[in-house]
């Protein structure tokens, strides 16, 4: 098991695939979900496992990306978040990262490896 665990919250299925390739190649252990119900679930069980929380802004279901980076940086302070979407920046937590899409690969491994 690698020590760098990486929660990826994705509502498409290509799109999360390809991000989680992406971070698998590089050696990344990997959790994936679909929306962030299934995150926030992951959270509460992963704890100090998880070290980075990769999510789109916009998400299927009652939570959206933001709410659930802002969840994630109360509940775990010191985890690496970076936010994606195809649109402009929201209101981004504290010391959390975001990439518009599309973004270069080597961007997404920066943030996420920082």
Do not use: W
């Not at 695939?17 to 069980?45: H, I, Q, R, T």
């Not at 302070?77 to 649109?87: A, E, F, K």
Request: contains cysteine; proline residues 7%; hydrophobic residues 45%.
């Amino acid at each position: 098991m690698s020590n760098f665990v990486a929660l990826i919250v994705e509502d498409d299925p290509f799109q999360r695939e390809c991000l989680a390739d992406l971070l698998k190649s590089e050696g990344l252990e990997v959790v994936e979900c679909a929306d962030a119900a299934a995150a926030e679930l992951m959270l509460a069980s992963t704890g100090p496992d998880l070290r980075a929380l990769v999510t789109d802004v916009e998400l299927g279901g009652e939570m959206s990306g933001l709410e659930l980076a802002q969840y994630a940086k109360r509940k775990f302070p010191d985890l690496n978040v970076v936010m994606v979407s195809g649109q402009g920046p929201p209101h981004v937590p504290h010391d959390t990262r975001f990439l518009r899409k599309p973004f270069e690969p080597q961007q997404l491994l920066d943030a996420v490896l920082r």
